[in-house]
Structures are given as structure tokens and as C-alpha cells.
């Protein structure tokens, strides 16, 4: 019986090292999103400036709101693929980008929007103090 058990845990954990490597999950990966502040900048990319909602969205997710106050972790992006983001303003598309986790030396990065001209940008977040996430 003991070792029916063993047998059987050894079976899942293989299982599940599988998928991960198969399904390239997040593995310790996360996207965290800083918030945006706000006001307005002195300089904008050009649609940037614009008045109405900012919102992203990410491959074929939904568009989501950009956060206003706190940051906003994704930890379930594939590790393994290209990512494409698309900043919204109003509706309507203003810029774009790809990515990938391979790019960067860790798997947590920080999407924000630079203050100076307020265009997307991604760094790892042990280079920003503004992404707050766990």
C-alpha cells in the first residue's frame, strides 16, 4: 500500500513538472502594472495627452483599465511566448509593444508610463521603486 502512494505522488509531481515546462507557466513570473498618477505631463507621445480612459490590454485578453492607485500584478502570463501590449487612450490605440520574459535577467517586471513623455515602458521591477507589487 505504501508504495501504491509513493508511486502515485511521484506520478503527479511528474505530472505537474510537465505542464510546467510544456505550458510554460508563470514560474515565479509576474507583469506588475504601476499605476498611473494621473496628471498631466509636460511632454506626451503623441495621443498620450489626449482626455479619456487609459487602458491596456495584453495578447488576446480583454482591455483592462490602467490602475489609478495601486499596482496591478498578472501572474499568469506565459513564460516561454511574445507578449503584445497595446496602451488605449479614449478607446482608441496608441502604442504598442512586444515582449518576452526571456529578454530580461528576471522574471518580474514593471510596465508603467514614463513621466517625462508618458509612453509605455517595461523594466525589471528591482529597478523601480513606483511597481508596488507583492
Known amino acids: ?25 508563470s ?17 506626451c507621445a ?3 495627452c489626449d482626455s479619456g480612459q487609459l487602458s491596456l490590454k495584453i ?15 498578472l501572474t499568469d502570463l506565459d513564460t516561454s511566448t511574445s507578449h503584445r501590449v497595446v496602451v488605449y ?10 515582449f518576452r520574459f526571456s529578454d530580461f535577467k528576471s522574471k518580474r517586471l514593471c510596465l ?6 508618458w509612453t509605455a515602458q517595461l523594466w525589471e521591477s528591482k529597478d523601480t521603486s513606483w511597481c508596488k507589487c507583492p
Open 1 to 25: 500500500m505504501w508504495r501504491s502512494r509513493s508511486v502515485h505522488l511521484v506520478v503527479v509531481f511528474a505530472t505537474y513538472l510537465t505542464s510546467q515546462f510544456l505550458f510554460g507557466q
Open 27 to 43: 514560474n515565479g513570473a509576474q507583469l506588475c502594472i504601476a499605476p498611473n498618477s494621473g496628471s498631466t505631463p509636460q511632454r
Open 46 to 48: 503623441p495621443g498620450l
Open 59 to 73: 495578447d488576446s485578453r480583454p482591455k483592462i483599465r490602467w490602475p489609478e492607485k495601486d499596482s496591478l500584478a
Open 89 to 98: 487612450r479614449a478607446g482608441k490605440a496608441q502604442q504598442a509593444f512586444r
Open 112 to 117: 508603467f508610463l514614463n513621466d517625462l513623455y
